[in-house]
């Protein structure tokens, strides 16, 4: 009914979070670019705050696609409650403990796939920056 709405608000919150990560590189890129020292022997890495922008983006992504099935059956309308179910008490508890299980394991599920594809980069870049020449 709206376990869509749990991976909504991680998302928004891993949105801001991105958003404040990719501020401070910047701003440390900006640091080490007046200071002269733009050498810091990461070339080949991606910034953290693109890793955070994929799991922004599947959860974002998947949650539309909920909201899209849950509007077509029905249980999402354009009008005030917006959620059929919280319009009757009963529907409503369903609806939080939908939530609170279906939604959770979602949202969990979407973060541990993204916490494997981080393991999974951080080694592909520990293997690429091992095979690059040492230049001196």
Not at 44 to 63: H, R
Not at 105 to 133: D, I, Y
Request: charged content about 15%; hydrophobic content about 50%.
């Amino acid at each position: 009914m709206a376990c869509f709405l749990v991976p909504v608000a991680e998302a928004a919150v891993t949105t801001a979070i991105t958003k404040a990560v990719k501020l401070k590189e910047h701003r440390s890129v900006d640091l080490k670019a007046d200071t002269g020292n733009n050498n810091s022997g990461k070339e080949g890495k991606i910034p953290f705050s693109g890793k955070l922008k994929w799991l922004t983006n599947m959860l974002w992504g998947g949650s539309v696609l909920l909201a899209f099935e849950h509007v077509w059956y029905g249980e999402v309308v354009p009008w005030f409650p917006f959620l059929t179910a919280a319009s009757d008490p009963a529907a409503a508890s369903e609806m939080l403990a939908e939530m609170a299980t279906v939604g959770v394991s979602m949202a969990v599920l979407v973060t541990a796939v993204w916490g494997v594809m981080l393991l999974v980069t951080n080694a592909m870049e520990k293997k690429a920056l091992k095979a690059q020449p040492v230049s001196g």
